[in-house]
């Protein structure tokens, strides 16, 4: 069965600090597509980055960065040089037959 | 518009009393999605459609729970005889493209259902 998990459930960051958020899954699916989303109070989801099981490279999306290790099953989102506006909650979810399955969420704060 | 929208933002219901929400996807988008997210919680999947075809419906917890979607735009999620359980943030999410790992899906604001 398809499962997402982010063990994190809070996390503490300095402004113009790096930030990394965990995110582990799995598949037996050989083909699979891995998202993040951030989450603000306001709710709506607003989707960051997208990795492929196939991609060569990890992903990179301005400050967003996805540490792809297909073997650990691991996708770790990468923040760089982080803002207070990157307060929110950050979700994993992977595509599986064409419905998305979310992690638990990690809730980031970014202090001055 | 320019995203997808949802309607009413926010919906206090009695228990017992029958519910119907609303999703506008964005134009052109051919499929579109339905989650329920509980406090805390990650979004979880309700159905999907493609065009006015309902081809998933395997998340929708009981049959009290019924999505549709007539002419393959705007979406209605009906919910009969709500209990406390049903209270969650309802989102709507439209994609463009169907068939591949990589397209995105585009998330409405959500309506938070208060069941009473």
């Known amino acids: 069965a398809q499962k997402i998990t982010q063990t994190q459930p809070g996390m503490f960051v300095q402004e113009k600090e790096a930030v990394t958020l965990d995110c582990t899954y799995d598949t037996s699916d050989p083909s699979y597509g891995l998202f993040w989303y951030k989450q603000p109070s306001s709710g709506e989801m607003i989707f960051l980055i997208y990795?492929?099981?196939?991609?060569?490279q990890n992903a990179t999306e301005g400050r967003y960065s996805l540490n792809f290790q297909k073997a650990r099953k691991s996708a770790n989102l990468v923040i760089s040089a982080s803002q207070l506006g990157d307060s929110a909650m950050y979700f994993c979810a992977m595509l599986f037959t064409n419905k998305l399955i979310f992690g638990t969420g990690t809730l980031l704060a970014v202090q001055p | 518009g320019a995203g997808v929208s949802q309607s009413p933002r926010y919906k206090v219901a009695k228990r017992g009393q029958d519910v119907a929400l609303r999703c506008d996807p964005i134009?052109?988008?051919?499929?579109l999605f339905w989650y329920q997210q509980a406090l805390g919680q990650g979004p979880e999947f309700l159905t999907y459609f493609q065009n006015e075809a309902q081809l998933d419906k395997s998340g929708l917890p009981s049959d009290r729970f019924f999505a549709e979607r007539p002419e393959g735009s705007v979406s209605t999620l009906k919910i009969q005889r709500t209990q406390q359980e049903d209270s969650a943030v309802y989102l709507c999410?439209?994609?463009?493209?169907?068939?591949?790992?990589?397209?995105?899906?585009?998330f409405g604001p959500g309506t938070r259902l208060t069941v009473t």
């Open positions: 999410a439209s994609s463009l493209v169907t068939g591949t790992s990589s397209y995105e899906q585009y």
């Open positions: 990795q492929g099981s196939y991609d060569q």
């Open positions: 134009s052109g988008h051919v499929s």
